[in-house]
Nanobody, 125 residues
Framework: LVQLVESGGGSVQAGGSLRLSCAAS????????MGWFRQAPGKEREGVGI????????DYAASVKGRFTISQGNAKNTLYLQMNSLKPEDTAMYYC??????????????????WGQGTQVTVSP
């Protein structure tokens, strides 16, 4: 059974930085893609960014482009999200997601099969 575990959330002042980590366990195979999503209270879940683990290409939401960076770890199926210049509107529960299906387009949340439990990020003004 594949499990994703996030860590690294916390509270920070606006302008600060945080680094989130995600580790997948339960499979020896490299995922097709991994991604970060977030959901703020009263709002819909939104994609933050994804990475295609084979080639390393990434895609980001416009709201975080230039401030957030997704990267893979040396260990298989590990994922990081470096968040710089944080804003209060970045406050949300952040979720790691992954998919192993060869046909997955990895574009939206519905394309990801496995999800972590989430880690809270709070940015104060």
């Amino acid at each position: 059974l594949v499990q994703l575990v996030e860590s690294g959330g916390g509270s920070v002042q606006a302008g600060g930085s945080l680094r989130l980590s995600c580790a997948a366990s339960g499979t020896p195979y490299r995922s097709r893609c991994m991604g970060w999503f977030r959901q703020a209270p009263g709002k819909e879940r939104e994609g933050v960014g994804i990475i295609y683990t084979g080639g390393g290409s990434t895609d980001y939401a416009a709201s975080v482009k230039g401030r957030f960076t997704i990267s893979q770890g040396n260990a298989k199926n590990t994922l990081y999200l470096q968040m710089n210049s944080l804003k209060p509107e970045d406050t949300a529960m952040y979720y790691c997601a992954a998919d192993w299906r060869s046909g997955s387009t990895c574009r939206t949340g519905s394309d990801f099969t496995y999800w972590g439990q989430g880690t809270q990020v709070t940015v104060s003004p």
